[in-house]
């Protein structure tokens, strides 16, 4: 759908792939959208919604004393390997909440 709309206004980026995600970016006069597709946005009850998110509105925010660490050894007791692992206790903070957007973009 946002293809067909976009055709002949927008000039579209060939998809790149980071992260492991597939982005498809649309430059404008008005600015740059990145459009990844969200493995949870689906079915009937989302999967006709998008959620627009300005990146320069938006803050990384760890809870006290939870910010990423490596925790080592964390195997089972007798288990004949070592398991290591990175946690974080994080979320992201909202500002400025209208230059952020759920959107419906209908039946496709």
């Not at 995600?21 to 079915?43: A, C, E, N």
């Not at 925790?71 to 952020?100: A, F, I, W």
């Amino acid at each position: 759908m946002i293809n067909g709309w976009a055709k002949g206004k927008l000039q579209v980026v060939n998809p790149t792939k980071a992260y492991g995600l597939r982005i498809v970016t649309y430059d404008s006069p008005h600015g740059t959208l990145h459009i990844i597709k969200h493995p949870l946005l689906i079915g009937s009850t989302y999967g006709n919604y998008a959620v627009g998110l300005d990146m320069e509105a938006l803050t990384y925010r760890h809870l006290t004393n939870r910010d990423t660490k490596l925790l080592t050894n964390r195997q089972n007791p007798g288990e004949d390997s070592q398991v290591d692992e990175y946690l974080t206790e994080c979320g992201l903070q909202m500002e400025q909440e209208k230059r952020h957007a759920i959107m419906s973009i209908g039946a496709l």
